[in-house]
């Protein structure tokens, strides 16, 4: 049975930082892409920042400079630093796995991915 758990959300203020962490477990790890998203109130979820089999690295244009994304393959662990928040990232993050291995831009589409956690909440306030 696969498990995806998020942690790390909480509210800051503008020009905050948080670091998420997502653990991921019944699959096998290092085949799976692995991206967070986020979904804010009355809009639709978006990809923020994936990361491939290869340890290649996509981020959303509005992230880009102030969040980086990594992977602790040893733990099954994968993190979303954010830096420099801003109230339009306020949402909730959701981390999921991909069972399509590989690297590309397509990480970013939420469609490609096949299980997910239950989001953990991001609030920045001005």
């Known amino acids: 049975e696969v498990h995806i758990v998020e942690s790390g959300g909480g509210s800051v203020q503008a020009g905050g930082s948080l670091n998420l962490s997502c653990v991921i477990s019944?699959?096998?790890?290092?085949?799976?892409?692995k991206g967070w998203f986020r979904q804010a109130p009355g809009k639709e979820r978006e990809g923020v920042s994936s990361?491939?089999?290869?340890?290649?690295?996509y981020y959303a244009d509005s992230v880009k400079g102030r969040f980086t994304i990594s992977s602790g393959n040893t733990k099954n662990t994968v993190y979303l630093q954010m830096n420099n928040l801003k109230p339009e990232d306020t949402a909730v993050y959701y981390c999921?796995?991909?069972?399509?291995?590989?690297?590309?831009?397509?990480?970013?589409?939420?469609?490609?991915?096949?299980?997910w956690g239950q989001g953990t909440q991001v609030t920045v306030s001005s």
């Open positions: 990361i491939g089999t290869d340890g290649s690295e």
């Open positions: 019944g699959v096998t790890y290092a085949d799976y892409g």
């Open positions: 999921a796995a991909s069972s399509r291995g590989g690297w590309g831009y397509w990480l970013l589409n939420e469609r490609e991915y096949t299980y």
